[in-house]
């Protein structure tokens, strides 16, 4: 089993910076990837960033956050990070914390809010 849990959300102003940390624990060795989904109201939840685990870790980003958003992980931690810049009004969501094991079993933090609005 492995436990996730989200922190850093938020009210934050257009144009604004938040930093999302995700704690992963439990049986975390089976890894094969982490990411960011987020969930707005009357939408379906979307990948917002994800990062491989292993030596020289591949990203990937939503387009709508391309530029703004840097994904990060410390593995010796097991900590997952979402630097996100330039925040905009639409990146108001809901966002999670997801975690792939490498047999394809998928484990999700209860999600915290970020709120984008002046």
């Known amino acids: 089993q492995v436990h996730l849990v989200e922190s850093g959300g938020g009210l934050v102003q257009p144009g604004g910076s938040l930093r999302l940390s995700c704690a992963a624990s439990g049986s975390t060795s089976a890894t094969q990837s982490m990411g960011w989904h987020r969930q707005a109201p009357g939408k379906q939840r979307e990948l917002v960033a994800g990062?491989?685990?292993?030596?020289?870790?591949?990203?990937n980003y939503a387009d709508s956050v391309k530029g703004r958003f840097i994904i990060s992980r410390d593995n010796a931690d097991d900590m997952l990070y979402l630097q996100m810049n330039n925040l905009k009004p639409e990146d108001t969501a809901v966002y999670y914390c997801?975690?792939?094991?490498?047999?394809?079993?998928?484990?999700w933090g209860p999600g915290l809010q970020v709120t984008v609005s002046s």
């Open positions: 997801c975690l792939v094991t490498v047999d394809l079993q998928t484990y």
């Open positions: 990062i491989s685990v292993s030596i020289g870790s591949t990203t």
